[in-house]
């Protein structure tokens, strides 16, 4: 007899195993049906869903857009970071001035253009950069 309910318990809890995908997707279809009940039907004249509904009263908002650095800020930045670290790479100057990588990229060689910088292989065969000769020690307006 023992066994007999050994099987059947093991019966019953590999059933039970099987239908719990079931009976979760039962829950999620019950609360979405809820969910969708609580919204007001549409009038029988209404703007079909393909066209987009215009509304006053519940505009969608934008995100503010991102603060910006004031003026020569970036540049300040990184002339500071590079006199203080001659030879440093695109990534640690990055992370020493707190300038988002994709900006210093277009400031490298802008300042590396106009001959206020200057690149250096570095033995791990990167690229570092220094202050070009001739430039100050800190940037203007220190």
């Known amino acids: 007899m023992p066994d007999l309910l050994k099987d059947i318990r093991q019966q019953l809890d590999a059933r039970l195993a099987e239908l719990r995908p079931l009976?979760?997707?039962?829950?999620?279809?019950?609360?979405?049906?809820?969910?969708?009940?609580?919204?007001?039907p549409r009038a029988a004249g209404a703007t079909p869903a393909s066209s987009p509904v215009k509304t006053t009263s519940a505009r969608v908002r934008k995100p503010p857009p991102?603060?910006?650095?004031?003026?020569?800020?970036?540049?300040?930045?990184?002339?500071r970071a590079v006199s203080e670290r001659a030879g440093a790479t695109r990534a640690?100057?990055?992370?020493?001035?707190?300038?988002?990588?994709?900006?210093l990229s277009a400031?490298?060689?802008?300042?590396?253009?106009?001959?206020?910088?200057q690149t250096r292989a570095l033995p791990t065969g990167r690229t570092g950069y220094a202050?070009?000769?001739?430039?100050?020690?800190?940037?203007?307006?220190a």
């Not at 829950?27 to 969910?35: F, P, S, T």
């Not at 060689?109 to 910088?117: D, F, H, N, T």
């Not at 202050?131 to 307006?141: E, M, N, R, S, V």
């Open 131 to 141: 202050l070009a000769d001739g430039a100050p020690a800190q940037p203007a307006g």
């Open 66 to 79: 991102a603060k910006r650095a004031p003026r020569g800020a970036n540049r300040h930045a990184v002339l």
């Open 107 to 117: 400031l490298l060689a802008r300042l590396v253009k106009a001959g206020e910088l």
């Open 23 to 40: 009976v979760d997707e039962h829950g999620r279809l019950n609360a979405a049906m809820k969910a969708l009940s609580e919204t007001k």
């Open 92 to 103: 640690e100057l990055a992370a020493v001035s707190g300038v988002d990588p994709n900006t």
